[in-house]
């Protein structure tokens, strides 16, 4: 199923990128969510609109604006692991042979915080504990700076902008470095003629260790999984390797260093226009927007580290990625006002052409210790291989809006777009998508006069159908991709120059269509010191794009198709109140409240669906803890029900069933105290006529089959979402204190579930204390072979990840205007911001929000945490 990421307007120009806008430069941030009020942006917009405008010149003298802020970010929780004396104890329980094999007197050696005697044992109450979570995570600096002049006359407004933003990332050999460019000019000619140019440019460049790119290399997990009595380094300086297991990552920042990876990205947004005004009411205006982005990536591991490291001597990739777009806006406006009767139309063609292209080469074996100059490929000694991808994409539209306003007391608006895709082939690059809306405004009523209470009471409803064309180009034709070098073979021989068949084209897909329809009211008391809005939606998508797989005989691994129906509905309630208000004292408060579900209606035959109803998504590693199922939400939590803890030898004998044709047991032979008892869902067992078995006595009997008895053990979207926002002000001196969060939300903590598995060699987590037949017995037995797979995703490690968040909370003071402009100073203002400094939650992991969507949504497996962020800053103006 394709992204849900809506599509970001910013000033006008379609495309353009939110992390290039300096924030600092935004006046305005709307957010439009329903069909009517987005179709006019046509199948861009299928999934929402976000229109940022920013700052503009104002007429009058210049003024200088100055902003600066400067902290630190730190990580805001750990997880507790074994600290390696317990570790060490842990080892020796299960497998105490192996360890007194890989423990050599070389490795001992480095296992002591001293250099003591030794007499060829393990001392474990000497033994190291280094914090792996420490040794990655640091406190980080960062910084910002903006600059902006604005000004103008009757004729000419301007406003220059520039800003610098640099982060160092809570994970070692992480940062973010941006630079932004902004100008912003309207100048009228005249009367009628009037134009304008937003033109911004921004350079972004970011390095580190990836996080979630591949769950073997999350640097996160590894903190959790290096044995904590292992140290940084040996005796010699060198990286301690692991002596479990060789290939294992040791997570420090030495050897977070040599992955050595850069991302440089050039971004340059351009909107330019002519208004010209004529008649009595019209005006024409043509428009350009376009965006260019040149991103350019160094990647090297080198082979101290396993993820294409040490088993390839080192990898490297150098990729360049240009992205073009631009936009050519044809509009002709009309509006008109006769009394109280407000006309207006909007009517327009709009053509719209992008290409993105990609080359990237690769290769593997470097020279020994070889961690710099990494993005000259040449020097590898294998491997070496490039690859070109250009993709084109076309859209051409036609655009009409009419709207009728009564005395702001009745409201029409009615649109139409036609949209024609280059994504589809003949006879399906059309759509065509009508939306209207209408609202009345009861408080303007005579009826309503004598409610001098009530200021506004508007009722509204919306209706509109919208389109998506969001999908790699040309599937609707086989293609072919060439390639300087394709390796084959167990010894990578090379063949110079080929071409071979990508996709198996689909010419029958077509536009995947959504109708979506509101019901809702806004209300203002009380000369507007409490305001509310409440909308209650529905929205039905059918003709989903998504992608199938094929038989291998085919040569081919999926096809685009079009199928299905996925159901949304919820609600959303805003209530603002102003309770104080005079000259000192001001204090409002803002609450918003939301509620949403989906749910698969309808999954295509062409899925292939499997036994039991379910497809698999999700991580292979994880055996796939989504599944889509119908009637369920999207991408459902899928896994088993995990009971107790078996404990009492008189039920694990009962486990044990003697049949005619023999010995059954429950769950596996292998089972035994300490194990996990999984319930069974598929009932009795029956045999092809559906008659149930009865054992030796004449009884029915179950079974837990792993193959038979997974069920949706969880949901990962939240059942509510909400924000209060406080803000108070005495004379100069603001506060704000903004909460946020969700509640009744599950998550499958898959890095408890590997924290808790006994995976050889690798620390676990603290809970593991309470392992059978110790402490409370609340954890399964130690066992490495995990016979009963305890450690498989079940309801055990399904956990609530609501959450209560202090998510901002600012304190700034504003110096008395008087005295400011003695000195020449307009406007000064110093504040202290903390963002995310407490959060309440009963997750048990890094954080509530880190889910790494990679594994699986709802899926935590060591996924980036929010961190904790204290800033000290100041705007000053002249």
């Given at each position: 199923?394709?992204?849900?990421?809506?599509?970001?307007?910013?000033?006008?120009?379609?495309?353009?990128?939110?992390?290039?806008?300096?924030?600092?430069?935004?006046?305005?941030?709307?957010?439009?969510?329903?069909?009517?009020?987005?179709?006019?942006?046509?199948?861009?917009?299928?999934?929402?609109?976000?229109?940022?405008?920013?700052?503009?010149?104002?007429?009058?003298?210049?003024?200088?604006?100055?902003?600066?802020?400067?902290?630190?970010?730190?990580?805001?929780?750990?997880?507790?692991?074994?600290?390696?004396?317990?570790?060490?104890?842990?080892?020796?329980?299960?497998?105490?042979?192996?360890?007194?094999?890989?423990?050599?007197?070389?490795?001992?050696?480095?296992?002591?915080?001293?250099?003591?005697?030794?007499?060829?044992?393990?001392?474990?109450?000497?033994?190291?504990?280094?914090?792996?979570?420490?040794?990655?995570?640091?406190?980080?600096?960062?910084?910002?700076?903006?600059?902006?002049?604005?000004?103008?006359?009757?004729?000419?407004?301007?406003?220059?902008?520039?800003?610098?933003?640099?982060?160092?990332?809570?994970?070692?050999?992480?940062?973010?470095?941006?630079?932004?460019?902004?100008?912003?000019?309207?100048?009228?000619?005249?009367?009628?003629?009037?134009?304008?140019?937003?033109?911004?440019?921004?350079?972004?460049?970011?390095?580190?260790?990836?996080?979630?790119?591949?769950?073997?290399?999350?640097?996160?997990?590894?903190?959790?999984?290096?044995?904590?009595?292992?140290?940084?380094?040996?005796?010699?300086?060198?990286?301690?390797?692991?002596?479990?297991?060789?290939?294992?990552?040791?997570?420090?920042?030495?050897?977070?260093?040599?992955?050595?990876?850069?991302?440089?990205?050039?971004?340059?947004?351009?909107?330019?226009?002519?208004?010209?005004?004529?008649?009595?009411?019209?005006?024409?205006?043509?428009?350009?927007?376009?965006?260019?982005?040149?991103?350019?990536?160094?990647?090297?591991?080198?082979?101290?580290?396993?993820?294409?490291g040490r088993v390839n001597g080192g990898s490297g990739s150098a990729e360049a990625k240009f992205e073009n777009q631009y936009e050519i806006q044809s509009l002709l406006n009309y509006n008109k006002s006769l009394?109280?009767?407000?006309?207006?139309?909007?009517?327009?063609?709009?053509?719209?052409?992008?290409?993105?292209?990609?080359?990237?080469?690769?290769?593997?074996?470097?020279?020994?210790?070889?961690?710099?100059?990494?993005?000259?490929?040449?020097?590898?000694?294998?491997?070496?291989?490039?690859?070109?991808?250009?993709?084109?994409?076309?859209?051409?539209?036609?655009?009409?809006?009419?709207?009728?306003?009564?005395?702001?007391?009745?409201?029409?608006?009615?649109?139409?777009?036609?949209?024609?895709?280059?994504?589809?082939?003949?006879?399906?690059?059309?759509?065509?998508?009508?939306?209207?809306?209408?609202?009345?405004?009861?408080?303007?009523?005579?009826?309503?006069?004598?409610?001098?209470?009530?200021?506004?009471?508007?009722?509204?409803?919306?209706?509109?159908?919208?389109?998506?064309?969001?999908?790699?180009?040309?599937?609707?034709?086989?293609?072919?991709?060439?390639?300087?070098?394709?390796?084959?073979?167990?010894?990578?021989?090379?063949?110079?120059?080929?071409?071979?068949?990508?996709?198996?084209?689909?010419?029958?897909?077509?536009?995947?269509?959504?109708?979506?329809?509101?019901?809702?009211?806004?209300?203002?008391?009380?000369?507007?010191?409490?305001?509310?809005?409440?909308?209650?939606?529905?929205?039905?998508?059918?003709?989903?794009?998504?992608?199938?797989?094929?038989?291998?005989?085919?040569?081919?691994?999926?096809?685009?198709?079009?199928?299905?129906?996925?159901?949304?509905?919820?609600?959303?309630?805003?209530?603002?109140?102003?309770?104080?208000?005079?000259?000192?004292?001001?204090?409002?408060?803002?609450?918003?409240?939301?509620?949403?579900?989906?749910?698969?209606?309808?999954?295509?035959?062409?899925?292939?669906?499997?036994?039991?109803?379910?497809?698999?998504?999700?991580?292979?590693?994880?055996?796939?803890?989504?599944?889509?199922?119908?009637?369920?939400?999207?991408?459902?939590?899928?896994?088993?029900?995990?009971?107790?803890?078996?404990?009492?030898?008189?039920?694990?004998?009962?486990?044990?069933?003697?049949?005619?044709?023999?010995?059954?047991?429950?769950?596996?032979?292998?089972?035994?105290?300490?194990?996990?008892?999984?319930?069974?869902?598929?009932?009795?067992?029956?045999?092809?006529?559906?008659?149930?078995?009865?054992?030796?006595?004449?009884?029915?009997?179950?079974?837990?089959?792993?193959?038979?008895?997974?069920?949706?053990?969880?949901?990962?979207?939240?059942?509510?979402?909400?924000?209060?926002?406080?803000?108070?002000?005495?004379?100069?001196?603001?506060?704000?204190?903004?909460?946020?969060?969700?509640?009744?939300?599950?998550?499958?903590?898959?890095?408890?579930?590997?924290?808790?598995?006994?995976?050889?060699?690798?620390?676990?987590?603290?809970?593991?204390?309470?392992?059978?037949?110790?402490?409370?017995?609340?954890?399964?037995?130690?066992?490495?072979?995990?016979?009963?797979?305890?450690?498989?995703?079940?309801?055990?490690?399904?956990?609530?990840?609501?959450?209560?968040?202090?998510?901002?909370?600012?304190?700034?003071?504003?110096?008395?205007?008087?005295?400011?402009?003695?000195i020449y100073i307009s406007k000064l203002r110093v504040y202290v911001t903390g963002t995310n400094l407490f959060t309440y939650t009963k997750y048990k992991g890094f954080d509530p929000e880190s889910a790494n969507?990679?594994?699986?949504?709802?899926?935590?497996?060591?996924?980036?945490?929010?961190?904790?962020?204290?800033?000290?800053?100041?705007?000053?103006?002249?």
């Open positions: 199923m394709q992204t849900t990421t809506p599509l970001v307007i910013i000033d006008g120009i379609p495309g353009a990128r939110i992390e290039d806008v300096n924030f600092n430069d935004i006046v305005s941030f709307n957010i439009l969510k329903d069909a009517a009020s987005a179709a006019i942006y046509g199948s861009a917009g299928a999934n929402g609109v976000i229109l940022i405008e920013t700052k503009k010149g104002k007429t009058g003298k210049p003024t200088f604006d100055v902003g600066y802020y400067t902290g630190w970010q730190t990580i805001s929780n750990e997880v507790d692991v074994l600290s390696g004396p317990e570790l060490y104890s842990l080892f020796k329980e299960y497998n105490e042979p192996k360890l007194n094999e890989y423990f050599s007197d070389h490795y001992m050696s480095h296992l002591y915080n001293d250099e003591l005697g030794r007499s060829g044992t393990i001392d474990t109450t000497n033994l190291i504990t280094t914090n792996w979570q420490d040794e990655i995570f640091t406190t980080a600096p960062i910084q910002d700076i903006n600059l902006s002049l604005a000004g103008g006359n009757e004729a000419t407004l301007y406003r220059i902008s520039g800003g610098y933003h640099k982060q160092e990332g809570i994970l070692r050999s992480t940062y973010f470095e941006r630079f932004t460019v902004r100008a912003n000019i309207e100048h009228k000619f005249n009367k009628n003629l009037s134009a304008r140019s937003n033109v911004s440019f921004s350079r972004r460049q970011k390095s580190g260790l990836g996080t979630d790119d591949n769950v073997y290399g999350n640097l996160m997990l590894k903190a959790l999984q290096t044995p904590s009595f292992l140290p940084v380094y040996d005796t010699a300086g060198h990286y301690f390797v692991n002596p479990f297991n060789p290939t294992v990552d040791i997570p420090n920042a030495t050897v977070a260093n040599n992955y050595t990876g850069r991302d440089y990205e050039n971004g340059i947004n351009i909107m330019a226009g002519l208004r010209y005004q004529f008649l009595d009411g019209f005006s024409y205006e043509v428009n350009f927007a376009g965006t260019q982005y040149l991103k350019k990536s160094w990647n090297y591991t080198s082979n101290y580290i396993t993820d294409g009394d109280s009767h407000n006309f207006s139309f909007l009517g327009g063609y709009i053509m719209q052409r992008r290409v993105e292209e990609q080359n990237r080469a690769e290769a593997n074996n470097y020279p020994a210790y070889y961690n710099d100059s990494y993005y000259d490929i040449a020097i590898a000694s294998t491997g070496i291989q490039g690859k070109s991808k250009p993709v084109p994409k076309a859209k051409n539209s036609w655009l009409s809006r009419v709207g009728y306003n009564y005395n702001s007391k009745y409201i029409f608006q009615f649109n139409l777009r036609a949209d024609g895709s280059s994504q589809f082939g003949a006879g399906n690059k059309w759509g065509y998508f009508p939306a209207g809306s209408v609202a009345w405004n009861l408080a303007k009523e005579n009826f309503m006069s004598s409610l001098n209470a009530i200021n506004t009471l508007k009722l509204r409803a919306t209706l509109g159908k919208t389109g998506n064309d969001n999908i790699d180009g040309f599937k609707w034709v086989q293609t072919y991709v060439a390639s300087s070098v394709y390796l084959y073979g167990l010894y990578n021989e090379a063949v110079a120059g080929y071409a071979q068949s990508e996709t198996f084209g689909n010419p029958y897909i077509m536009w995947e269509t959504s109708v979506e329809g509101t019901l809702g009211f806004d209300i203002s008391l009380f000369e507007d010191r409490i305001t509310s809005a409440f909308d209650v939606y529905r929205k039905n998508t059918t003709g989903l794009l998504y992608e199938i797989d094929l038989s291998p005989q085919t040569g081919f691994d999926n096809t685009t198709v079009n199928g299905g129906l996925v159901e949304v509905k919820g609600w959303e309630f805003e209530l603002t109140t102003h309770n104080v208000s005079n000259v000192n004292w001001q204090w409002t408060t803002g609450l918003t409240l939301s509620h949403n579900e989906n749910v698969v209606a309808k999954i295509p035959d062409e899925m292939n669906i499997p036994k039991g109803g379910a497809i698999p998504r999700g991580h292979s590693t994880l055996e796939y803890p989504n599944a889509i199922i119908e009637g369920q939400p999207i991408d459902v939590l899928y896994g088993y029900v995990a009971g107790h803890i078996i404990t009492d030898p008189a039920e694990l004998e009962s486990m044990t069933i003697t049949t005619p044709d023999g010995v059954e047991y429950y769950q596996f032979r292998e089972t035994t105290l300490g194990d996990i008892y999984f319930a069974d869902i598929n009932g009795y067992e029956v045999d092809k006529d559906g008659n149930p078995l009865l054992d030796v006595n004449g009884n029915p009997y179950k079974l837990f089959r792993p193959e038979d008895d997974k069920t949706v053990i969880g949901n990962p979207y939240p059942k509510y979402i909400f924000g209060i926002n406080n803000t108070l002000r005495y004379r100069n001196l603001d506060l704000s204190i903004f909460l946020q969060g969700v509640y009744d939300i599950d998550m499958l903590n898959a890095t408890r579930m590997d924290g808790e598995s006994y995976t050889p060699w690798f620390n676990q987590l603290s809970t593991i204390k309470n392992r059978y037949p110790y402490g409370d017995q609340s954890v399964p037995r130690a066992d490495y072979e995990q016979q009963n797979k305890n450690n498989r995703v079940s309801t055990r490690y399904i956990e609530d990840a609501s959450y209560l968040r202090v998510k901002n909370v600012t304190l700034a003071y504003s110096f008395p205007v008087d005295l400011l402009n003695r969507n990679k594994d699986g949504i709802g899926v935590n497996w060591g996924g980036y945490p929010n961190y904790r962020t204290i800033t000290v800053g100041a705007n000053l103006s002249f």
